[in-house]
């Protein structure tokens, strides 16, 4: 939990500087504005983090029959899920509200030779916007079922919502990450 708030106040210095350089139509730079929303620098810094988090409870709730047990999930798992679900859906919040959204801030524009060109990103983010901010609000209203279900500790329901996360993770990834591979 102290790196998950270290990477957290991390991505705020980073995007800080982002906009600093002239990247975008700068407004005092805080993580929790929308605009402009650099989608890449998002996922690397805040959704890959929290998500990682979560698993991380999720992955160590079986027993050795391979049965969902809650009492391998302490209290202080239990707290780190919500908190890391209601970050998720502060983000989902956030993208959703987006009026600009690039691929990727300036200085992480560049992909390596397997990586789809943030070039293709934004010609599919340009295409549909409001798509993708609708696919965030579903997001961010999933995010918000798993802190609930974190939050009455109910295991299963958290188990079978991380599951339908990850769907929509996939669900976008394939519209505007991977839509012409
Ligand atoms: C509403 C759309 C949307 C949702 C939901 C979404 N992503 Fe993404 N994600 C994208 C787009 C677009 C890209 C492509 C930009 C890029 O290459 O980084 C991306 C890229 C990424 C990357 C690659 C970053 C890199 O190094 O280039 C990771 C990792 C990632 N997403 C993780 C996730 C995870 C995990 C989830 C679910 C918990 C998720 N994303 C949900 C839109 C979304």
């Not at 890959?48 to 698993?55: F, G, L, T």
């Not at 295409?127 to 997001?139: E, K, L, N, T, V």
């Amino acid at each position: 939990m102290r790196l998950c708030t270290f990477l957290t106040m991390a991505s705020a210095t980073l995007l800080a500087s982002c906009t600093a350089d002239g990247a975008g139509p700068d407004t005092s730079a805080s993580s929790a504005q929308a605009d402009p929303l650099y989608v890449r620098d998002v996922m690397q810094d805040e959704v890959n983090p929290a998500i990682v988090a979560i698993w991380d409870v999720t992955n160590n709730a079986y027993n050795d029959d391979g049965e969902l047990d809650s009492s391998l999930i302490t209290a202080a798992q239990w707290h780190s899920m919500a908190e890391q679900a209601g970050l998720l859906a502060a983000i989902g919040d956030r993208m959703a509200a987006a009026s600009e959204l690039h691929a990727a801030s300036e200085g992480n524009w560049a992909t390596g030779e397997y990586e789809v060109p943030m070039d293709q990103v934004q010609a599919n983010l340009d295409a549909d916007p409001q798509g993708y901010r609708d696919m965030s609000a579903r997001f961010a209203a999933l995010s918000r079922n798993v802190a609930a279900a974190a939050s009455a500790m109910d295991l299963q329901a958290a188990t079978d919502l991380v599951g339908q996360m990850d769907s929509e993770c996939a669900a976008c990834h394939q519209e505007y990450w991977y839509a012409e591979q």
